[in-house]
């Protein structure tokens, strides 16, 4: 069998996660983590790939999916108020009452809590493979999953390393991803942390692949 060789992650992915579980842990050391919401982290983290981000790139928040002309190609979002936690574009807009230029998003990213039902990250995965579909895989679909304090189980092993195989399907097996990218902070080395106890941020790439 072939593999499919994948596009390497962002080069904002590494630093801009690692920063954010260290972000998580400060805020579970100060007794704040119940209080953060998954607003609270996409905050934190916007400001992290902000920083992080090629000089190039422009980051926005909040974009409602309808203006992204790779998923309204037959303005079937005309109406939606559907919005993506943050986008990654090669090309500012004018206003954000209109519309990207076709093939200027590069990426759309979700963000979950590890409080979040798990039926809801998996409607978002597979949201997310429906919108990169939609758009051809003409821009990347990623998920980036947030953990206080605890081992996100679905994407690590009992290490805490990345889960084995990367390569999964959503439980209704409609939607593949692939998880690239684990980042964590602990307060014990992991010799002393049989659990893998820590604050996690994964990488996951729905729908990976060229088209």
């Not at 109406?79 to 807009?93: E, K, Q």
């Not at 189980?153 to 209704?172: C, E, H, I, L, Q």
């Not at 409609?174 to 014990?188: D, E, G, K």
Request: aromatic content about 6%.
């Amino acid at each position: 069998m072939v593999k499919t060789l994948l596009p390497d992650i962002p080069n904002w992915a590494s630093p801009a996660l690692q920063g954010l579980t260290y972000w998580l842990g400060s805020q579970h050391a100060l007794g704040l983590a119940a209080n953060i919401s998954e607003g609270a982290i996409a905050w934190e983290l916007s400001r992290l790939l902000f920083a992080h981000r090629d000089a190039k790139r422009i980051l926005e928040a909040e974009v409602l999916y309808r203006h992204i002309p790779e998923l309204n190609v037959r303005g079937q979002l005309e109406t939606s108020l559907d919005r993506a936690d943050l986008v990654i574009a090669n090309r500012a807009r004018p206003s954000r009452d209109e519309p990207y230029a076709l093939g200027c998003v590069e990426a759309l990213i979700e963000i979950k809590h590890s409080r979040s039902q798990k039926r809801l990250v998996w409607q978002d995965i597979d949201f997310l493979g429906a919108q990169r579909q939609a758009s051809r895989k003409r821009v990347r679909a990623f998920m980036i999953y947030a953990s206080v304090n605890q081992r996100p189980a679905d994407f690590t092993d009992g290490s805490g390393a990345a889960v084995k195989p990367r390569n999964r399907n959503s439980p209704n097996q409609q939607t593949p991803y692939r998880v690239r990218r684990v980042c964590r902070a602990t307060s014990r080395i992991p010799s002393q942390n049989s659990g893998a106890i820590g604050h996690y941020a994964v990488l996951i790439e729905v729908a990976p692949g060229a088209a």
